[in-house]
């Protein structure tokens, strides 16, 4: 409406329900309509930026920005109870016969520095010992 002018548009009334079920409304009408597509609606509606798409302009101009600079989290530590926490969810759950085919013919044929490898085989060493 900012860009095109208030006065260029006509608000009519085409449903009427309460509060709980408007952005339920508002999805429905703006696919019903097609006005993503076909009108003046950029997302799917509903409150937020689902189905948005940025251009790939914008997420160039993002990563610009962005680079050379540190995580928002990088150094920040997890509490014990946060931790703890994430245990709990993961317990019990492995990876499918799939994923874990994934996961090793990703690993296949990297080359790791000398140090990485004598240090991975000494953890391996002391695992195999407390057992």
């Known amino acids: 409406m900012r860009k095109y002018g ?8 085409i449903a009427n ?4 079920y408007l952005d339920h409304l508002e999805r429905y009408c703006i ?8 009108g003046y609606n950029e997302t799917d509606g509903g409150g937020g930026t689902s189905g948005y798409v940025q251009s790939a302009e914008h997420l160039a101009k993002l990563s610009a920005v962005r680079k050379g600079k540190p995580s928002w989290n990088k150094g ?3 509490t014990p109870e946060h931790i703890a926490k994430l245990a709990a969810v993961r317990k019990g759950k ?3 016969l799939e994923t874990r085919i994934k996961m090793s013919n ?19 060493a002391e695992k195999w010992r407390q057992k």
């Not at 208030?6 to 009334?13: L, R, S």
């Not at 329900?17 to 709980?20: A, D, Q, R, T, V």
């Open 106 to 124: 990703s690993q296949k044929g990297k080359k790791r520095p000398p140090e990485v490898v004598k240090k991975w085989l000494a953890t391996k």
């Open 76 to 78: 920040k530590k997890q």
């Open 31 to 38: 696919d019903f309509y097609e006005t993503k597509t076909h």
């Open 17 to 20: 329900c309460i509060p709980l």
């Open 6 to 13: 208030i006065q260029n548009f006509i608000c009519t009334e």
């Open 94 to 96: 492995s990876h499918s």
